[in-house]
Structures are given as structure tokens and as C-alpha cells.
């Protein structure tokens, strides 16, 4: 068993696989508290753990693919001027956390300068990049389980432990002064996400229109609406905004859209609700991770892998298509979600 003075876990992924991992960074903090303990991420997800208390150093480097071509060369060294500073702390392990084999994950690992190198490998198959492999798991497990398993090398097994994500205060309090000069605020807070990346898991803004209309008078929430900005035709980071236009202007009194420009204001908002609404994708990892039940219209994702982890929750999945899912098959998944919040009511 290794016992680390420092460790680097890379995690290079989108936004609901760091959330996923912090199960992981919690329990190797639990484990080595005196270990110091740093992450590797991007600047698409780095907000996720920008208050997290279990991580001592953040390196935040950008992908390429996410600039203008123009910008690209810029980019390129000031990657290489972080990985120089990274090689200078002379770490005892880097974990490459992904749920399988990933090639830039073991470089970045290898890059590192890290002693002993961990991350999964095809059973049999080896690596100069990894010196202390783990053997990729031949069925689907949960990422929260994936990320975990890549501490056994560090001698950590068991359970994971709920994921973690914390709110900024100053961006929390910026979300409540919207939403009271919006008019909310007299009820409990729904959140309802309706954006995702894949287009099979997204659902029709008919249909968010009319569960809006339903919950507000059904209920008597106020629902922030939530979404991914921007215009639905930009080449790199395509939004929703027409989509939440049209649904706001649907949904009637009770419905209050929130931008979140920003990663922290989403984190914030949904610390703000009750209980939340939304399809599979980053926003329903980091309400699972802020303890929030959740109803989630699902597409084609394999929900062994990416089900809400440790709070209570309904898929509601017919097929490979979320269109599939119907409105009323939705309002009686809330009817069965909303009495696990009836004791504490939680949120606002």
C-alpha cells in the first residue's frame, strides 16, 4: 500500500464526471488527512470544485478545442507552463480518474512527474504511463464506483461517500436578490433544468411548458427555469436561450427564468430549490451532489453508470429517446418524489 504526502487527480472531463469524483476526493482526504491533495481540471468544469474543502491546489488548464483557432497556440504553452509547474512539486501519485482507459488522461498522469501513476487499464494490457494500474471492470458500475476504485491501490475500499459540491456564498446571495426582484421567493423553489449536451436526452419545450403550468398550480412552487446559455447555433458552446424564451413566455405566472452565466450561479440556484426537474447531464449531478430529490427525463444513458448518486430520485426512461417520456408520466413521478420533501420541506 502506498501513503502519499501529496497527490494529483486529473480530471479532464465534463461537468458531471468531476462531480462524480468527489466522493473519491472526500474519501482520500478521510483517509490521508495530512496527505496534500490537488486536482487537475478544466476550465468547463472547474467551478464544480472551486469551494470544495477537501482539495488543497487547483490547476486549471483550457482545451483547445473549446477557443478559436486564433487562440489556440496561447493555449498550447500556457498548458506546458502548468505542467512544468506541476512536475516542480514532485508528487507522490497522480490518479488519471476516468472509467476507463483514456489516453489523455494517462499522458497527463505520465506528464505529471508523479512517482507512482494510477488509472485503469485493460485486464492484461500495461502502460508506461501507469505503474500502478487497475484493472477496468468487464460490467457497468456507477461513476461515483469507477472514480472510487482507483484508490485501492492507495489502500481505500469500501463505500464511497456522498458526492460534494458547496456553493459560493456571494453567488448564492446574488441568485436570491434575482429572484426577489423577479417576484419569487414567497414559496418553495422548484428548479427545473431543461437543457442537455445529447440531443436523444432532450425533451420538448411543449412539454416543459405545460409541467411548468401544472407544478406551479398543482403544488404552489415558484419555478426557476434554468438552462444552458447561449444561441443554439454557436459552434462551440451551443445554448438554449430561445428554447428557455419560449418556455417562460408559456409557462405562465410562477415561472421565473434564472441565467446562470456562470457555473457557480448554477451551483447557487440549485442550492436555492427544493426539489428539482431536469434531464440527464451536468445539472442533475451537482443537485444530486447538494442533496436535492430529483426527477430526471432520460434519453439514451445508461443510468447504471450515471443515476443520481445518494438522494432520492425517479428516471423516467422509455426508450433511447427522452421525447418519449410524457408530461403526465412526469406529474405522477413528482407525485411520488414530492412526498419525500413534504417532512422537512427542505431548501427555501
Known amino acids: 500500500m502506498v501513503v502519499p504526502r501529496s497527490v494529483l487527480l486529473v480530471r479532464r472531463d465534463n461537468i458531471g464526471d468531476l462531480v462524480c469524483t468527489t466522493p473519491a476526493i472526500r474519501a482520500l482526504r478521510q483517509s490521508h488527512p495530512d496527505s496534500r491533495i ?8 472547474a467551478e464544480v470544485v472551486a469551494n470544495n474543502p477537501d482539495i488543497d491546489n487547483i490547476y486549471i488548464y483550457k482545451k483547445a478545442k473549446h477557443l478559436r483557432e486564433s487562440d489556440r497556440y496561447k493555449v498550447w504553452l ?5 505542467i512544468r509547474s506541476i512536475r516542480k512539486v514532485g508528487y507522490d501519485v497522480a490518479v488519471a480518474c476516468s472509467n476507463s482507459y483514456s489516453k489523455m488522461a494517462a499522458r497527463y498522469a505520465l506528464l505529471s512527474g508523479a512517482k507512482k501513476r494510477i488509472g485503469y487499464l485493460p485486464k492484461g494490457e500495461s502502460s508506461v504511463c501507469y505503474n500502478l494500474a487497475v484493472d477496468e471492470v468487464s460490467c457497468p458500475v456507477h461513476e461515483v464506483v469507477s472514480a472510487f476504485r482507483l484508490l485501492s491501490p492507495l489502500g481505500i475500499d469500501g463505500e464511497p461517500p456522498l458526492m460534494v459540491v458547496k456553493p459560493s456564498d456571494p453567488e448564492v446571495k446574488r441568485m436570491e436578490a434575482h429572484l426577489k426582484s423577479s417576484g419569487a421567493g414567497r414559496r418553495p ?14 425533451w420538448p419545450k411543449e412539454r416543459f411548458s405545460i409541467l411548468a403550468r401544472e407544478l406551479v398550480m398543482k403544488y404552489g412552487f415558484d419555478v426557476a427555469l434554468l438552462w444552458s446559455p447561449g444561441e443554439k447555433d454557436n459552434p462551440r458552446h451551443p445554448g438554449d436561450d430561445e428554447e428557455a424564451k419560449w418556455i417562460s413566455g408559456a409557462g405562465g405566472d410562477g415561472v421565473y427564468p434564472c441565467p446562470t452565466e456562470s457555473l457557480g450561479a448554477l451551483i447557487a440556484i440549485l442550492s436555492l430549490a427544493t426539489v428539482v426537474v431536469c434531464c440527464d447531464g451536468g445539472a442533475m449531478h451537482i443537485a444530486a451532489a447538494l442533496g436535492k430529490p430529483i426527477v430526471a427525463i432520460w434519453g439514451s444513458t445508461d443510468r447504471r453508470v450515471w443515476a443520481p448518486w445518494g438522494v432520492p430520485h425517479t428516471i423516467l426512461q422509455n426508450g ?3 421525447d418519449s417520456v410524457t408530461t403526465e408520466e412526469v406529474l405522477k413521478a413528482f407525485d411520488a418524489i414530492y412526498l419525500t420533501i413534504l417532512p422537512g420541506r427542505q431548501g427555501r
Open 38 to 45: 490537488d486536482l487537475l481540471v478544466n476550465s468547463y468544469n
Open 78 to 82: 500556457d498548458n506546458m507552463r502548468l
Open 189 to 202: 423553489l422548484l428548479a427545473m433544468h431543461v437543457s442537455s449536451r445529447k440531443p436523444a436526452n432532450r
Open 320 to 322: 433511447s429517446n427522452a
